[in-house]
């Protein structure tokens, strides 16, 4: 607070900005991001003051920071002056909600280039880790991004807000309306929970943070499931049938799919792929566990791609 004090500046509620002012907590984050000097490229959304950064700087092998505010992004290079394994941007974290900036990508991907050229051991390869207290608008949508990317990570922890958490980490029921159920279970869960094992690790009360922000946060850990990806037929169709699928949670799967594959396939033929998956006609998507839903999805893929092969000519 008081080097905002010093500065004459003040926190940017447009851009989600609530400092960590408890050192106490970013060992806990630090500590459960299980760095390797040798191994480990960070990348880190939210630099801020750079607290966090500077913490991370001593255990990974190259940390990748970025900030979108200016005037924090040149606190933030001051503080880190002379530290030669921190990469800070000055950027937005993502180019939009489906894509991570180009700009972050490349600069990840140079690192760990440069990490596997000095440390060429096919044992130990590379690993890209996120830690971060991310701001609240951009933690959905990085998460989601980054877990069905193609690079190398290896885990997440992140602090986020703790009903972002509870949706993460939701199991089919749970509807998060207050009746002690957690998270409301949906498409960015059953997302998540079939590329990653998720965990709430810590719940966080707002007196933490400077500002205190409204509600409560949550340290999450994200560890990927490789062979639980590897069953997706495809990542983005999955991505999408899950998003359409929940938008209107409450109805029938049935009226759901035939008006969301309306031009793709007609009623009998939706109809023949819930039966051929064990589906009844009054199921409700929010009753499935992830893994159904994964199997479902990749039904679709198949029975799409498989008229459409069949329309098109020899």
């Known amino acids: ?15 989600g900005q609530n400092f960590l002012i408890d050192l106490n907590i970013l060992d806990f984050v630090v500590r459960e991001a299980h760095l390797e000097k040798d191994r480990d490229v960070v990348l880190e959304v939210g630099a801020g003051t750079a607290g966090l950064t500077s913490f991370l700087s001593h255990g990974a092998a190259a940390v990748v920071s970025v900030e979108v505010d200016r005037v924090m992004h040149t606190m933030a290079t001051d503080v880190l002056a002379g530290r030669e394994n921190v990469t800070l941007l000055q950027t937005d974290a993502l180019k939009n909600k489906n894509k991570i900036s180009p700009v972050v990508l490349e600069a990840v991907q140079t690192e760990l280039d440069k990490l596997a050229a000095a440390n060429p051991d096919p044992e130990r390869p590379p690993r890209l880790k996120l830690v ?3 701001p609240y608008n951009i933690a959905t949508p990085l998460i989601s991004n980054l877990a069905g990317s193609d690079l190398p990570w290896s885990r ?30 949906g498409a960015l869960s059953a997302w998540i929970q079939n590329l990653a094992g998720v965990k709430i690790l810590k719940k966080i009360p707002p007196s933490v943070f400077w500002p205190r922000p409204g509600v409560d946060s949550a340290v999450i850990r994200l560890n990927p499931n490789p062979r639980a990806r590897q069953q997706i037929a495809d990542l983005r169709f999955f991505q999408d049938f899950l998003r359409r699928l929940f938008h209107h949670r ?51 893929y198949r029975a799409i791609e498989a008229k459409n092969a069949a329309a098109s000519p020899p």
């Open 1 to 15: 607070m008081s080097l905002f004090k010093r500065h004459g500046l003040h926190p940017r509620t447009d851009l």
């Open 156 to 185: 997440m922890v992140a602090m986020i807000q703790y009903e972002l958490a509870q949706r993460m980490a939701a199991r089919p029921g749970e509807s998060g309306d207050g009746g002690g159920g957690g998270g409301s279970y």
């Open 250 to 300: 409450r109805k029938l799967m049935r009226g759901v799919l035939c008006g969301m594959y309306r031009k793709e396939l007609d009623k009998p033929e939706v109809d023949a792929v819930l039966a051929a998956e064990g589906y009844p006609p009054n199921a409700r998507a929010e009753a499935y566990d992830p893994t159904q839903l994964r199997e479902l999805g990749n039904a679709f």
């Open 132 to 134: 971060a207290n991310l």
